[in-house]
C-alpha cells in the first residue's frame, strides 16, 4: 500500500426511518421561516440536536431486550397422598418374621451338676436365671443405620410425584418425560403449578426398589418450546414392601466337645441384603457376652464355631442386617435361634433318687478311647461321707431329706478332669395307720390296726384305751385284740 494513497470511511447508523423523516422535517420548517440572526440559527440548530437524540436515546431504552431466567429443575418428592390436599406418611406397616429351633436340657428332678442333658430347651430364654437371650443382645448391640432416604409402599399403592421448578418469570411447564413416559400439563394433579408439577403413580405388584427418573422437561416462551435447566438429583427411589422376606434354614449341626458347626442355607429372592448393603451373621452367645461372630457370604455356608468350652450352655442366632423396605430403614433381625450344650468327655446319665440313696450311669463322649475313672467320693457339704468303688453305679444307706455331692476324678487322654454330681435325697414317708370301727358289748371292746409304711421307718409299738386322758389298758405290739373287764355304760 502506497503512503499517498487516499481513504473513505463511511459510518453507517441505524437510526430509525421515523427519526430521520422528523427531523428533515424541522430542518424545511426552519429554512421556511425569516431570516433570523445567526445566534438564533445557532440555538434552533442546537435544539433539533437534542431533540434527535433524546429520541434516539429513547427508543435504544424502550426497545431493549432484558434477559429473563430459565426455569431450573431442582429435584423430585415423593408422598403418598396429594401434597396440596394433606401430608403423607410414607410408611409401610411390616411384621418381623422369625421361626425357631428348639433342642434340650434337664436334669432330674432333685439333681444338678454335670449331667447329659436329656430334655428340652427353652429356646427362647435358655439360659433361665435373668440374664438376656440372644435376640435382646442382638437389638442392643449391633449397629443399625436407621431409615434410608426412601419412600415406601405396599405393592398397589398410588403415590404423588412432585417435580419441583425453579421459575421465577412464570413459564408456562408443558410437559416433562417420567421412565421414558411423557406427561403433558393435562395430566397433572390438582394443586399443581408452575413451580410444582403433581404426578399420581400407582407402584404395580412389583416388589423391591423402584426408581423413577425425571428428564426433557419441557416450557413455553413465547411461540417457542425450549427445555428447562436440569440441576437436581433425576432419579428418586421408592422400597415396594412384600412379605418374601429373606430367610435361612440350618442342618447338618455335630456338636463336639469345644466347637459346634452347621449348615446355613440363605434365601433372598429379591435381593434384599444386597439392595441395603446390608450382611448376614451367624452369631454365638452364652448368657453373658456375644462369643464369636461368623460373617455369611454365600448361599450355602459351613458355620464352625470352635474354642467353647466342654459341658457348657450356649445359644446361637441367624441375624439379618438389611432393610426390609416397611419403612424403618436398615435393622438388625434375628431370624432363628437355637440353644445347646457341648460335649463332655463324661457325665452322669440316668440319675435316680431315692430316700436312702441315689443310681446313676456314666456316659463317656464318642471318640474318647484313652479313659479312666481314677476315683469316686461321697460329700455331705465339706465333709466326705465315703468313697464308692470306681465301678459302683448306686449308693445305699443315705440320709433322707439330704443333700449330697458325689465327687468323680477320669482321666482322658491322660488329662485328669472332674465331674460332680449334686443330689438331695427324698423324704420318707410318714406311715398311715387305721383302726377299724372298734366292736363293743356290755364289758368289753374289741378291734383291729391296718399299717403302712413304704419306706419302714416304724412298728407299731402297743395300742392303747384312754378315758379322758388316762390310759385305761393297754396292749403290747397288737395289731388286733380285744379289752375286756370293763365298766358298763362308761364313755
Known amino acids: 500500500m502506497k503512503n499517498n494513497d487516499s481513504f473513505k470511511i463511511n459510518v ?25 440572526s445567526f445566534r438564533k440559527k445557532l440555538i434552533a440548530i442546537g435544539s433539533l440536536a437534542a431533540m434527535v437524540i433524546m429520541v434516539f436515546s429513547g427508543i435504544l431504552f424502550f426497545n431493549s431486550d432484558t434477559p429473563k431466567q430459565i426455569p431450573i429443575y431442582t429435584g423430585m418428592s415423593i408422598s403418598d397422598t396429594n401434597p396440596m390436599l394433606g401430608n ?32 428340652e430347651i427353652n429356646k427362647d430364654s435358655p439360659f433361665g436365671d435373668g440374664r438376656k437371650p440372644i435376640d435382646e443382645v442382638v437389638s442392643s448391640t449391633v449397629t443399625q443405620s436407621g431409615k434410608n432416604e426412601m419412600y415406601y409402599a405396599k405393592p398397589g399403592d398410588d403415590i404423588y410425584i412432585t417435580v419441583h421448578i425453579d421459575n421465577p418469570d412464570g413459564f408456562e411447564i408443558l410437559s416433562f418425560t417420567l421412565n421414558g413416559k411423557k406427561y403433558t ?10 413451580e410444582n408439577l403433581i404426578l399420581k403413580v400407582n407402584v404395580g405388584e412389583a416388589s423391591g426398589v423402584i426408581d423413577y427418573t425425571v428428564d426433557q422437561i419441557k416450557y413455553i416462551d413465547g411461540t417457542e418450546i425450549k ?95 438389611y432393610d426390609k423396605l416397611d419403612g424403618e430403614g436398615v435393622c438388625a433381625y434375628t431370624y432363628l435361634t437355637d440353644a445347646f450344650y457341648t460335649k463332655a468327655p463324661l457325665l452322669f446319665d440316668n440319675v435316680e433318687v431315692t430316700s436312702g440313696g441315689a443310681s446313676f ?115 403290747e405290739g397288737e395289731v388286733s385284740g380285744e379289752f375286756i373287764n370293763l365298766l358298763s355304760g362308761t364313755v
Open 227 to 321: 427445555d428447562v435447566k436440569m440441576e437436581g438429583d433425576k432419579t428418586v427411589s421408592v422400597g415396594i414392601y412384600s412379605d418374601n422376606q429373606p430367610g435361612a434354614i440350618l442342618s447338618n449341626r455335630n456338636i463336639a466337645i469345644n466347637s459346634v458347626s452347621f449348615k446355613a442355607s440363605i434365601t433372598d429372592e429379591l435381593g434384599l441384603i444386597g439392595l441395603s448393603n446390608g450382611k448376614v451373621q451367624a452369631i454365638l452367645y452364652d448368657g453373658e457376652s456375644i462369643v464369636s461372630t461368623v460373617d455369611i457370604t454365600v448361599p450355602n455356608q459351613e458355620i464352625t464355631f470352635t474354642g467353647l468350652k466342654s459341658n457348657t450352655l450356649y445359644q446361637y442366632a441367624i441375624v439379618f442386617i
Open 361 to 475: 450311669e456314666y456316659v463317656w463322649y464318642n471318640g474318647i478311647t484313652e479313659r479312666v475313672i481314677k476315683s469316686a467320693s461321697l460329700y455331705s457339704g465339706d465333709d466326705k461321707v465315703k468313697d464308692i468303688p470306681t465301678n459302683a453305679l448306686s449308693i445305699d444307706g443315705l440320709l433322707s431329706d439330704t443333700r449330697y455331692t458325689l465327687v468323680v476324678m477320669y482321666e482322658n487322654g491322660g488329662v485328669g478332669e472332674t465331674i460332680k454330681l449334686e443330689f438331695e435325697t427324698k423324704t420318707k414317708a410318714v406311715p398311715d395307720i387305721q383302726v377299724t370301727s372298734p366292736s363293743k358289748s356290755k364289758n368289753s371292746i374289741s378291734f383291729s390296726v391296718s399299717e403302712s409304711d413304704t419306706d419302714g421307718v416304724g412298728s407299731i409299738v402297743r395300742v392303747e384305751l384312754l378315758r379322758g386322758n388316762n390310759t385305761v389298758a393297754a396292749l
Open 185 to 194: 400439563s393435562y395430566m397433572f394433579e390438582y394443586g399443581s403449578d408452575l
Open 88 to 119: 403423607g406418611t410414607n410408611t409401610v406397616e411390616g411384621t418381623a418374621s422369625s421361626t425357631l429351633l428348639s433342642t434340650g436340657n434337664s436334669g432330674g428332678g432333685f439333681c444338678n451338676g454335670d449331667l447329659v442333658p436329656n430334655g
Open 12 to 36: 453507517v447508523s441505524s437510526i430509525d426511518d421515523e427519526i430521520i423523516d422528523r427531523a428533515s422535517k424541522e430542518r424545511d420548517r426552519l429554512l421556511r421561516r425569516p431570516k433570523v
